[in-house]
């Protein structure tokens, strides 16, 4: 592992498992609380990992002892064929006891199934995390993502209004002499094509809304209510938490994951290697019987037997060691998976600092740009009033101000959303 990253942002700060709430979002706060809770995805990998412990819980019973009970009951009638002195007698037979088996580990088959029982436990649990890691981060682009879509569509009416002024405008001064039929198409040109962008906002907008629903196991009519009304963009913190590289395979859920699926593979490779060697079992059996169930409790009615029994798939030979082939190549894949998800955890990292990085400096060149533009609008609007300037001089500034309002818009998106994966590359933070 690399002792930084190439991408190191220089506003580090230490890392926060609740990072969402440094938006200082309440209805965030509560949209990622309400996933955690009812996402089916996150419940589907909760029961597997219930059933992952179960399973492991099993396997450790065959480090005991097994015993079984059992109790019979007959009854027969003896026909002609019987001999003279039984025959038409009806005999019942009763009959319970204990059986025991017991198997002596000798080989490790018993200890290395309950270690690859345990690994496969250990990586359902991590596979929970990861999702619900993912599924913080999903809610918050989303949201994001909302927040912006709403943020466009108040520009885009905001504009609608300046545009339909300066049409208003264009179409006085038309009347007045001063102005140009040309004029009053370009005005009517460019408020109709502010007013084509808003039906794709508003789809904007209902597509994040129903996302965000799903992801919160909601019908997307009980939250959108709530999530319809537009609020202000959440502003990305100017600092981030970054992890060392190394720090990554303890936070990162999905090399946690890789690991215990290398370990497990591992331990099954001694399962099957166990297999060229005998297995030792010791049985025990413990019997009442008789011909009443009165006389269960007579001596003599019961009965006994134990001991070893060797078994040994010696004529087998050949098959097992091409199935420690297989467990051993599956070993050897499950390594090369895990070496390949560290690598693909360090590129997540990285590009996410670079984008963020990127995108904040981006913006502040935006906003800069946006402040100009809005000046340069009001200052050509002014302008043509007193007669200096043409109207292309004041369409050509609204339309610049527009785009320079929708980039910021954007921009701010996409740096929440790289803030956001940020963490998600970290691991959560946790």
């Not at 906003?367 to 200052?379: D, G, I, K, M, Y």
């Amino acid at each position: 592992m690399p002792a930084d990253y190439a991408s190191r942002s220089s506003n580090a700060i230490r890392s926060d498992a609740a990072w969402w709430r440094r938006l200082n979002d309440n209805t965030l706060n509560s949209l990622i609380s309400r996933a955690a809770d009812q996402n089916k995805d996150l419940d589907v990998a909760q029961d597997r990992v219930l059933e992952a412990r179960a399973l492991w819980r099993e396997a450790q019973f065959d480090l005991a002892p097994t015993i079984t009970s059992s109790a019979s009951y007959s009854t027969t009638l003896n026909g002609a064929s019987t001999n003279a002195a039984f025959r038409g007698r009806t005999v019942e037979f009763w009959r319970g006891g204990f059986d025991a088996d017991y198997e002596l580990d000798l080989f490790g088959r018993v200890r290395h199934s309950v270690k690859a029982a345990k690994a496969g436990s250990t990586a359902a649990e991590a596979s929970v995390q990861d999702l619900l890691i993912t599924l913080q981060a999903e809610v918050a682009v989303n949201y994001l993502e909302l927040r912006g879509a709403q943020a466009q569509l108040a520009v885009a009416h905001e504009n609608a209004g300046n545009q339909a002024e300066a049409l208003r405008i264009a179409e006085a001064s038309l009347k007045g002499g001063r102005g140009t039929q040309l004029d009053v198409a370009r005005a009517s040109a460019l408020l109709n094509a502010t007013q084509a962008q808003i039906p794709s906002y508003e789809e904007n907008v209902a597509r994040a809304i129903h996302r965000i629903a799903v992801l919160c196991g909601q019908n997307p009519s009980e939250l959108r209510p709530q999530l319809q009304r537009a609020s202000r963009q959440p502003r990305v913190p100017a600092s981030v938490a970054i992890a060392k590289p190394a720090e990554l395979l303890r936070l990162r859920p999905d090399i946690r994951m890789a690991e215990s699926s290398l370990e497990a593979a591992t331990a099954r490779v001694g399962v099957a290697t166990a297999e060229l060697f005998p297995r030792v079992t010791f049985g025990g059996r413990l019997n009442i019987e008789g011909q009443t169930f009165a006389s269960l409790s007579q001596y003599g009615s019961n009965a006994y037997s134990f001991g070893p029994r060797i078994s040994w798939a010696f004529l087998n030979l050949g098959r097992v060691r091409q199935q420690i082939k297989a467990a051993g190549h599956r070993a050897d894949a499950a390594l090369s998976t895990y070496e390949q998800t560290v690598l693909l955890a360090l590129e997540e990292v990285e590009n996410a600092l670079t984008s963020y990085d990127r995108e904040r400096e981006r913006l502040r060149h935006l906003e800069a740009s946006a402040a100009s533009a809005r000046e340069a609008a009001t200052l050509a609007r002014q302008r043509y009033q007193d007669g200096v300037a043409d109207f292309l001089t004041v369409l050509d500034a609204e339309r610049v101000a527009l785009a320079a309002q929708n980039d910021i818009v954007l921009s701010r998106t996409r740096a929440g959303s790289a803030w956001v994966r940020i963490y998600k590359a970290m691991g959560g933070g946790t």
